[in-house]
Nanobody, 127 residues
Framework: QVQLVESGGGLVQTGGSLRLSCAAS????????MGWFRQAPGEEREFVAA????????GYADSVKGRFTISRDNAKNTVYLQMNSLKPEDTAVYYC????????????????????WGRGTQVTVSS
């Protein structure tokens, strides 16, 4: 069982930055690939970024490439999402998720593949 708690959301102006954190409980954090997803009102949950168990592989949605960076610190059981050059269309609730994997390089953009989810943190970008 893994519990995930997101933090770092808030209100920011267009062009600003935020850093989201997701703290995981348990001793097996390094057994999980981690992902960030977001959901805007009236929209489906969409993939943002993901990172493999040891951080060797990452993936991003086209809409955030070059602006967002995912990273993890397995010693702190935490995954981060650095968000720069924010746009109003980035406004959403951001969720982190954990995917149990054996491969050290695997990650997934498919939300249905993930085993555990946090409750989310609101990010609002004003124009």
């Amino acid at each position: 069982q893994v519990q995930l708690v997101e933090s770092g959301g808030g209100l920011v102006q267009t062009g600003g930055s935020l850093r989201l954190s997701c703290a995981a409980s348990g001793r097996t954090f390094s057994s999980y690939a981690m992902g960030w997803f977001r959901q805007a009102p009236g929209e489906e949950r969409e993939f943002v970024a993901a990172i493999s168990r040891i951080g060797s592989d990452t993936g991003y949605a086209d809409s955030v490439k070059g602006r967002f960076t995912i990273s993890r610190d397995n010693a702190k059981n935490t995954v981060y999402l650095q968000m720069n050059s924010l746009k109003p269309e980035d406004t959403a609730v951001y969720y982190c998720a954990a995917l149990s994997v054996r491969s050290i390089s695997r990650w997934s953009p498919n939300p249905d593949a993930y085993d555990y989810w946090g409750r989310g943190t609101q990010v609002t970008v004003s124009s």
